[in-house]
């Protein structure tokens, strides 16, 4: 039997838009996001979460809800509010900047490390971040990011500007700092999320957006947009605004079902392997009850089809051995 094709003709999809906005200070980021009466449209229906207080002198002026937090985990839950929301309250999701919220992962990550550390009579002051650790870190920013990939509203995501620097030598043959270009102030990968990027800076005055990076084919890469706001998005998403509803999953789900990829042993039991269990424990006289509590007590498991691949050929082989050795023998 052939195997079942898993493709499917593309249609046109509901899309909402993913955007990351970077600049220095002053060059209109958060304006950017919530508007500025008279100058700039805002988006509609902002939910706003405030990582280092740019937007407390908005309140008033133009309508937006705020969260204001650092906490990582408190921002989980918020993306779960606006999910659970499905766009009836808020159309957009701010969090203004995305830069604090990986400098505090970072922390966290840091002092996790320590706290463990002084478990095992360790000195805190010692410990670095281990590659584990780190990609601990990165796993749970990267679920988190394609959830609000996958959430059904605009999401605009702020930045610092950080330099990109680069050793190279002087005449003298002396290694130094070298300059050499611009990026978004945040983990590596935040840039492959968005569908657009935009460098916000001034320029005589007047608010300019360069475009780095863009899907949607309104702008071309390099352009400079004067003025950018949500008015040059509108028809896009107005065209957008039907079609098919789609959701990607995030690495950590796509990871958990190719553990069995990796290691046979960890997919889940079969069902021949379950009948052959319980086969053997009817003929070794093992009750239901009997054979529950070793599931839980050695298996870690509430019932047979909760065991592993590898877990169930090694009760399969208890039970067997148990079975010719002494036929009547309970497991």
Excluded at 89 to 115: K, Y
Excluded at 133 to 145: E, N, Q, V
Excluded at 163 to 180: H, L, P, S, W, Y
């Amino acid at each position: 039997m052939p195997p079942r094709n898993p493709f499917q003709s593309a249609a046109l999809v509901q899309k909402k838009a993913k955007i990351l906005v970077y600049g220095e200070p002053g060059t209109g980021k958060t304006v950017f996001a919530i508007g500025k009466p008279g100058v700039l449209p805002g988006w509609p229906h902002v939910a706003l979460i405030d990582t280092e207080g740019g937007a407390d002198l908005y309140g008033g002026s133009v309508p937006f809800d705020i969260l204001r937090t650092k906490s990582f985990g408190d921002i989980l839950d918020a993306i779960e509010v606006v999910k659970a929301d499905h766009g009836r309250t808020w159309h957009t999701l701010v969090i203004d900047p995305i830069s604090v919220v990986w400098q505090v992962l970072q922390d966290a990550g840091q002092q996790a490390a320590e706290a463990r550390a002084q478990r095992y009579g360790r000195a805190a002051e010692d410990v670095l971040l281990t590659q584990r650790d780190w990609g601990l870190i990165k796993r749970r920013l990267y679920s988190a990011m394609t959830e609000l990939v996958n959430l059904p509203v605009n999401v605009i995501l702020t930045a610092h500007l950080r330099d990109v620097m680069e050793t190279r030598r002087d005449g003298r043959g002396q290694e130094v700092a070298v300059k050499v270009g611009e990026r978004p102030d945040a983990e590596k990968k935040t840039g492959y999320w968005p569908d657009v990027i935009i460098k916000l800076s001034v320029v005589k005055g007047e608010h300019v957006g360069t475009i780095e990076k863009d899907r949607s084919g309104l702008f071309r890469v390099g352009q400079q947009v004067p003025n950018i706001s949500y008015a040059h998005f509108a028809p896009l998403l107005e065209q957008h605004a039907q079609g098919e509803a789609v959701a990607h999953p995030t690495e950590a789900v796509a990871a958990a079902r190719d553990v069995a990829v990796i290691d046979e042993s960890l997919a889940p039991v079969e069902a021949a392997t379950v009948a052959a269990i319980l086969k053997l424990a009817q003929l070794l006289g093992v009750t239901r009850d009997r054979l529950d509590e070793t599931l839980e007590r050695d298996y870690g498991a509430a019932e047979l089809e909760g065991l592993t691949r590898g877990q169930a050929q090694a009760l399969h082989a208890r039970l067997l051995k148990a079975h010719r050795e002494r036929p009547t023998r309970a497991a």
